[in-house]
């Protein structure tokens, strides 16, 4: 890759366009000071990127913009456009030319450019990674930093050593790792907190759900069995009122028989009602004929009050679209005027254009003649210069080969006693190196025990927390089992309680005598208590008793009788005690039977009745066929264990037993038992709350006992002696080679000096014949110097002129370009004005002719309302006479009326016993009506579209009620519900487990992360040391070839453990020096070091271009010399472009530029390449 050329516009001093060429290997920038030589550099860093301004030696970035003169105007934005050819593919793309630009606008806007494509910094930064180009490589370099080099001012010298080892990127992956990192345990810290709270209100919710689900059931069942209940009740009132339609129609008769002779005299009166009727019905459409009448007359007056809207709205528009022609009539006539005043000003320009081509054409000829003198005496004294440039160089040749031989003889003498000593110390180093590999192979093994055993105790843990969560889960479900089980106890509870308080099941006569007889006078039902699985068969049989009072004497009972006689409550059943002799007949034993009496639990005072009751009843231990319970004899009374069939004396009953049989027996004593088993039910949850809490604070303690950090802690320090290991290895390779190295450099030595000394003989005698030879030759060339030198100065005046009005040319050249841009820019708006023009007439047509039609439409409706009201004013006469005539007939029928009400009178005890009849018929309808609506305003449902259930079907009316009952009675109780639980409980589930999933796919990232991280660090690290190590040795070559072959120097790592980040530290020994800090060594040897070091950068890695602002500044003579000398001997590789003020330095050069500022404050350059001249002339011109 080879940097082409560079293009500056409006950056600092540079105002105009400005190339500069960098087609050569060396090329030089000189000027006098503040001409605006650096601010080349600070455009090269500027246009890769460049974001300090201080780096840049301003202020603030917008200061990169020209600022304008006393004669210039500032210019609006800065450009820098660098142009690469991309010669070996260094850079990733399919271009052979590669620019890269960036423009600052003063408004602060930055716009960067990938061959004229806009694009980001960070697609031009990425493009130069690890090429050795960029704003902050070691290829750009001022005198500046090299004391920031020497002193690691800002860690300066590792940059550079990461630019050359190619890490850059490595470095860069990982801060983006490290952050990526951060970032994901922070997700995960945020991902854990919110599963933790979703997981608490998941639970709560989850409750509520199951909380609602039932309650929805219920709420279903009882729906049910209103609606079938509902159903009953209505047909049963439907059949009532077909029986009451039947008597009405019976008594109609009786009716029409006796208003035989009312109906002569009404006949008159229902043709006149007839008539009437007829009449009104024909002023009814009458009447509506008018009203629809009025209604088109509305819609007509809307439909104008709209068209007139609309035309108003298209002139407002009409408006606007004539202001906007004008507008643009305007603009296009100061657009013409503008291109008239254009058009004359290129004139004038074009004149100007043509009398500078003119004045230049004739400089053009004046230096040609004066160019074609020089290159005639040119030849001559080229010949003599070039006849003495080779004795010169053969003479300076031979010297300096004698010399350096001599020198090289010398330098592999102590080169060999160095690389012996160095050998001998290498070895010792050897030996502790091996030592300290054993020792990181041992802590490695160590280490790697330790984790295992983390590892294992970490298994065990998560295996623990595991169990006990297991444990919870489980605890936590029987829980949440006893404490349904404890709900539905205490829902029938409540039930219960509130049918015994309420009496539901009793008749009214019992339920009025609870409240205004004796409330501590027991009823039948509420004495007896059996086992459950006894129940329904023991209710079955007393059915028929169990809603007697039973009472000590004959005179409670007859008190309770008035009472309800005087109250007319009904009629209500006592047992009286004081008749039941106090005898308990022991039951008979019977297979497969059990004794009914025996079964039953009941206060002694109340044996004797139960004893009466349940005498000689026996019921079945299991369920039996019909046929099995009638062959047991008529004494007994048997029944079947489910109550489905009992057999008596003489009868026989049976069918399906319902859903609430048994439920009626003994409320009051299950009442006792359903509260007994509530509190152990309670007492319960009570016990297995605690063991939950235990097993909670037992997972806490585990929870906090996590040897996941310490693992980590372990693996990262397994990961830092593997890494130490891979060091030290590195370091023990590196160490095998080198003493390879050593040895066969101390066998060369050898070899060499021998060849040296017979060389050395050799020259001596070739250099004193050389001598001879130069002294002739400078006696011939003194005589035509000064011819020459007159014709030399001549033609560099004459190119200076010619140069300057070529100059001249392309600046009115320019500014003809730019006035005819304006030119056709003014053009452009012309014809854009003009189509906006002929839009805008365009759109006043069609508005116009819009216009005209809603003119006739308007005229249209007009018309039509003016007919509509008149044909309405019409009607209305018309229907004025109607009304006459229907109040006339009415008042006849009136007339009528009074004599037929006459003769009703007559009939009216008939009729009577009819209006009764219909009464009862409406307040039938009427309930039936109620009992529609209660359905619908209760269940949401019409009783006509009720299906009945499985559950209800073939149950008894008084099942359903008590099944209904049942339900309200739960529901009632049930307490609040979310409806919304639910589907908040779904949503809530389906977030929790996506949450979940997140959580996993982080947790792999997390350690897929640390991974690549581990990965990156051991990458960069063995790059990072093979290149230290290779710029060490390169180094050390470097600085001797630049001092002598006994000076010592060496590059040092401070800390070998962590070679990324530790500081490199330079030592430096010139011959005879012991400087305690490189900080002593004078101005010179401290450049020299730099250029050592950065010169050995270049050996492990080339720049494709090397930029030195005033670098060579505190260099002598003769080490200038070796600085030049070392740029031609990489310049072979790369580009070099150097700033300098040494006059030796600019000798060396290819193509130098020069400087200058014609105008105060406007930089400028101008290009000589110095390989068309001799050096020693050009700088015997300088120093004359």
Same mark, same amino acid.
């Given at each position: ?17 400005t190339v ?6 060396? @090329? ?23 974001q ?27 450009q820098v456009?660098l142009t690469?050819?991309?010669t070996?593919?260094?850079? +990733?793309?399919?271009?052979?030319t590669?620019?890269?630009s960036?423009?600052?606008y ?15 910094l960070?697609d031009? @930064? ?12 070691y ?8 004391e920031?080099?020497l ?7 590792r ?17 983006e ?7 994901t ?25 199951k ?18 209940l ?8 439907k059949?009532?009122?077909?029986g ?17 002779l ?9 043709k ?26 509305r819609?007509?007056?809307s439909?104008i009050?709209?068209k ?5 709205l298209?002139k407002?528009?009409q408006e606007?679209?004539l202001?906007s022609?004008?507008?643009a009539?305007?603009?296009?006539e ?11 000003e290129?004139?004038?320009t ?14 053009e =000829?004046?230096?040609?003649?004066i160019q074609?003198?020089?290159d ?5 004294v ?7 440039q080779?004795?010169e ?10 010399a ?22 290498r ?6 190196i091996q ?5 990181s ?17 970490e298994?065990e843990?998560?295996?623990t ?8 889960d ?15 106890k205490?829902n ?12 539901e099941?009793?008749?009214e006569?019992?339920?009025?005598l ?6 501590d ?7 007896? $208590?059996?086992d ?5 068969? =023991?209710?079955? $049989?007393l ?6 009072y ?9 008190h ?10 009904g ?8 008749k ?22 009941v206060d002694?005072i ?8 349940l005498?000689d009843? $026996? ?5 039996s ?7 047991f +004899? ?27 049989e ?5 409320r009051?004593?299950?009442l006792?038992?359903?509260?007994q !088993?509530?509190?152990v039910?309670?007492s ?8 939950? @809490? ?11 006992i ?19 290991l891979a ?8 160490f ?26 050799e020259k ?9 030879s ?12 000064? #011819? ?17 009005s ?8 320019n500014t003809?370009?730019?006035i005819?841009?304006d030119l056709? $820019? ?14 805008d007439?365009?759109?006043?047509n ?13 005229m249209?409706?007009?018309k ?20 006459q ?7 006849t029928?009136?007339e009528?009326?009074?004599? =037929?009400r ?20 409406s ?8 009992s ?15 299906v +009945?259930d499985?559950e ?26 979310n409806?919304?639980?639910?589907e908040?409980y779904?949503e ?12 996993l ?10 991974? @690549?991280?581990?990965?990156?660090e051991e990458?960069?690290t ?8 290779q710029v ?8 001797r ?5 006994d ?8 800390d ?5 980040e530790?500081d490199? !530290?330079?030592?430096?020994? +010139?011959?005879?020096?012991r ?7 004078s101005?010179?040897e ?30 002598d003579?003769i ?16 580009q ?9 330095t ?8 020069? #400087? ?12 000589v ?13 300088m120093?004359?």
């Open positions: 890759m080879r940097l082409k050329n560079l293009e500056i516009k409006g950056f600092k001093s540079f105002a105009d366009d500069i060429h960098f087609n050569e290997a060396v @090329t030089g920038i000189v000027g006098p000071n503040g001409s605006g030589k650096s601010n080349i550099v600070d455009a090269i860093r500027w246009v890769l990127g460049e300090k301004g201080r780096e840049l030696r301003l202020e603030h970035m917008v200061d990169v913009i020209f600022n304008g003169t006393k004669k210039r105007k500032e210019a609006p934005l800065a456009t690469f050819e991309n070996k593919n260094l850079l +990733p793309l399919d271009y052979h590669i620019s890269i960036r423009l600052l003063r408004s602060g806007e930055s716009e960067y450019r990938l061959n004229n494509v806009t694009c980001r960070k031009i @930064t990425s493009l130069f990674l690890d090429t050795g180009v960029g704003s902050d490589s290829a750009i370099i001022a005198l500046g930093m090299v920031d080099i002193s690691n001012k800002e860690n300066a010298r940059k550079m050593f990461e630019q050359a080892a190619g890490i850059s990127k490595y470095k860069a992956r990982k801060r790792s490290i952050n990526k990192l951060k970032a345990n922070e997700d995960l810290a945020r991902i854990e907190d919110l599963l933790f709270e979703i997981n608490n209100n998941l639970v709560e919710l989850e409750k509520q759900a909380r609602t689900k039932k309650y929805f059931e219920m709420r279903d069942k009882y729906k049910s069995t209103g609606l079938l509902a159903h009953i009740s209505v047909q049963r009132l059949e009532k009122i077909q009451l339609n039947t008597q009405i129609e019976a008594e109609i008769i009786k009716v029409q028989d006796q208003e035989v009312l109906h002569q005299s009404e006949a008159d009166h229902e006149f009602k007839k008539s009437h009727l007829d009449q009104e019905k024909n002023l009814g459409d009458f009447q509506r004929k008018v009203n629809e009448i009025l209604d088109s007359i819609l007509t007056e439909e009050q709209i007139e809207q609309k035309k108003l298209i407002n528009q606007h679209v202001k022609s004008m507008d009539k305007s603009k296009i100061v657009l013409k005027q503008d291109i008239l005043l254009i058009e004359t290129i004139a004038k074009t004149l100007e254009v043509d009398k500078v081509n003119a004045y230049s054409s004739g400089l =000829i004046e230096y040609t003649e074609s003198k020089y005639g005496l040119k030849i001559g080229d010949q003599y210069y070039a006849q003495k080779q004795l160089k053969q003479v300076f040749d031979l010297e300096k080969e004698i350096i031989q001599l020198n090289q003889y010398e330098n592999f003498d102590a080169d060999t006693n160095r690389n012996k000593d160095e050998l001998e110390q070895t010792n180093e050897f030996k502790s030592q300290e590999i054993d020792d192979n041992k802590r490695i093994q160590d280490i790697q025990v330790i984790i295992a055993d983390i590892s294992k105790a298994e843990r998560q295996a927390l595991v169990t006990l969560r297991s444990q919870i489980a605890q936590t479900q029987k829980i949440g089992e006893i404490n349904r089980r404890k709900d539905a205490k029938e509870y409540e039930l219960l309680k509130s049918m015994v308080e309420k009496m099941g009793f008749p006569s019992i339920r009025f609870n409240q205004n007889w004796r409330k006078v027991p009823v039948l039902t509420d004495l007896i $208590y059996t459950e699985k006894y129940r329904s068969a =023991i209710e079955l $049989y059915e028929s008793t169990l809603n007697y039973v009472v000590h004497s004959e005179s409670e009972a007859v309770a009788i008035r009472l309800l006689f005087s109250n007319a409550k009629k209500a059943n006592f047992f009286i005690l004081d039941f002799k106090n005898e308990i007949t022991e039951p008979v034993v019977i297979p497969g039977c059990i004794s009914a009496y025996s079964l039953i639990e002694s109340y044996k004797p009745l139960l004893n009466y009751l005498k009843v $026996y019921i079945q231990e299991h369920d066929q019909l046929e099995d319970v009638i062959k +004899p008529d004494e007994m009374s048997v029944i079947s264990l489910s109550g489905s069939i009992v057999k008596q004396k003489n009868t026989i009953s049976g069918g399906s037993v319902g859903l609430f048994g439920k009626k027996l003994g009051k004593k299950h006792e038992k359903l509260e !088993d509530i509190k039910l309670e319960e949850v009570l016990d297995m709350d605690r063991a939950l @809490t235990y097993l909670k604070n037992e997972q806490k303690k585990f929870d906090l996590n040897k996941q950090q310490e693992l980590v802690a372990a693996r990262k320090q397994e990961s830092e002696y593997l890494q130490r060091q030290i290895s590195t370091k023990q390779q590196h095998n080679e080198l003493k390879e190295r050593i040895e066969l450099r101390i066998q060369d030595n050898t070899e060499k000096q021998s060849i040296l000394k017979k060389n050395q003989e001596s005698i070739d250099l004193s014949k050389a001598k001879s130069y002294q002739e030759l400078i006696n011939s060339i003194s005589q035509s110097d000064q #011819v020459f030198d007159k014709v030399s100065l001549e033609l560099s005046q004459s190119a200076a002129a010619f140069n300057q070529k100059l001249e040319v392309l600046k009115w050249q003809l370009d730019n005819t841009k056709e $820019y003014k053009t452009r708006q012309i014809d854009e004005s003009s189509r906006q023009l002929d839009h007439l365009k759109n006043l069609d508005q116009e002719s819009e216009l005209v039609q809603l003119d006739l439409d308007l249209e409706l007009k039509n309302l003016e007919d509509r009201f008149e044909f309405k004013k019409n009607m209305e006469a018309d229907l004025s006479s109607l009304e005539e229907y109040y006339t007939i009415r008042n029928i009136s009528y009326e009074g004599k =037929i006459t003769a009703q009178r007559n009939i009216s005890d008939i009729q009577s016993m009819t209006n009764s009849l219909k009464d009862q018929r307040e039938f309808n009427y309930r039936i009506q109620s529609y609506e209660k359905a619908m305003i209760e269940f949401n449902t019409n009783i006509d579209d009720f +009945p499985q209800t079907e073939g149950m008894e009316e008084e099942q359903l009620r008590d099944r209904a009952m049942y339900y309200k009675v739960r529901l009632d109780n049930y307490g609040e519900i409806p919304l639980a639910l908040a779904e809530m589930k389906t977030r929790f487990d996506k949450i979940q999933e997140q959580r796919d982080i947790q792999t990232a997390q350690v897929s992360l640390l991974e @690549t991280i581990k990965e990156i990458t960069a063995a790059n990072f040391l093979m290149a230290f190590n060490r040795v390169h180094f050390q070559d470097v600085f070839s630049l001092f002598t072959s000076d010592d120097c060496d590059l040092i790592l401070l070998e453990n962590d070679p990324l530790c490199i !530290d330079i030592v430096a020994k +010139p011959k005879g020096k400087p305690k800090s490189i900080h002593q060594l101005g010179g401290k450049t020299l070091t730099a250029i050592a070091l950065l010169f050995s950068l270049y050996l492990l890695k080339p720049a494709p271009f090397c930029i030195f602002d005033e670098v060579d500044a505190p260099l003579d080490n200038i010399e070796k600085f030049n000398t070392i740029i031609r001997k990489f310049s072979s590789d790369s070099f472009i150097i700033i300098t003020h040494n006059k030796l600019m000798a060396e050069v290819d193509v130098l530029y020069g #400087v200058y500022m014609e105008q105060q404050g406007i930089s400028n350059v101008a290009a390449d110095f390989r068309k001249y001799e050096h020693d002339v050009v700088l015997s011109g120093e004359n």
